[in-house]
């Protein structure tokens, strides 16, 4: 069984690229909509035992704990890598012999079963990694117990986990894990897999 650590940035900074396509008074709602179907997905994963998210914002906070989620604020308040290791030491200070997986919180289409999919894989490698639908960043990277997670997340954050010696997971027909958000055309992409109720209320809202 694993623990997931999902880092949020606070909302009013969150998925910045997307106002050109959302507008920015819709974007932080969004934000908030693809880390709650991500966080949904997560904890109705057989594969999860824990989800653990890092964010310092209080309303995630409240929304994403009310979905099972346990929050951590973000000490370091060091970027995306210093908050997924800051996660996953707590995770490990409490549980030394845990499995973690960093797991990005832009996945709106996430779907459990094939979540279980990717980390069940994970689990044959001492470090693994997925890469995002691009094949240029990483939507999740993967630590055996008595491992370092090691994340090097942020743009061609895929070379970066090779380099490191992490596995990269050659799974087909996970598309829901690799679907990340940043742009209207992920967006796009996201609902015609088929994103979750949270952001799907929000983009139908949008449009009405």
């Given at each position: 069984m694993w623990t997931l650590v999902v880092p949020l940035k606070p909302l009013e900074r969150a998925k910045s690229r997307l106002s050109a396509a959302s507008g920015e008074a819709l974007r932080p709602g969004l934000?908030?909509?693809?880390?709650?179907?991500?966080?949904?997905?997560?904890?109705?994963?057989?594969?999860?035992?824990?989800?653990?998210?890092?964010?310092?914002?209080?309303?995630?906070?409240?929304?994403l704990s009310a979905l099972g989620a346990r929050v951590l604020p973000d000490t370091p308040d060091g970027g995306l890598n210093a908050a997924l290791a800051h996660g996953a030491e707590v995770v490990r200070t409490a549980e030394p012999h845990s499995a973690v997986?960093?797991?990005?919180?832009d996945l709106p289409a996430l779907r459990p079963m094939e979540l279980a999919q990717v980390l069940n894989t994970a689990s044959r490698f001492p470090r693994a990694f997925?890469?995002?639908?691009?094949?240029?960043?990483?939507t999740l990277l993967s630590a055996l117990p008595g491992v370092a997670l090691a994340p090097a997340f942020g743009g061609e954050s895929r070379g970066r986990h090779l380099a490191s010696g992490a596995v990269e997971i050659p799974l087909s027909g996970v598309d829901s894990?690799?679907?990340?958000?940043?742009?209207?055309?992920?967006?796009?992409?996201?609902?015609?897999?088929?994103?979750?109720?949270?952001?799907l209320r929000v983009f139908e809202a949008s449009r009405a």
């Open positions: 934000a908030l909509a693809f880390a709650q179907d991500t966080v949904a997905a997560s904890v109705a994963c057989t594969a999860v035992r824990d989800v653990v998210v890092v964010t310092d914002d209080p309303l995630a906070g409240r929304e997986a960093a797991l990005n919180a997925l890469a995002d639908a691009a094949g240029i960043g990483t894990v690799r679907r990340d958000v940043d742009t209207g055309a992920d967006l796009a992409e996201a609902i015609a897999l088929g994103v979750g109720s949270y952001t």
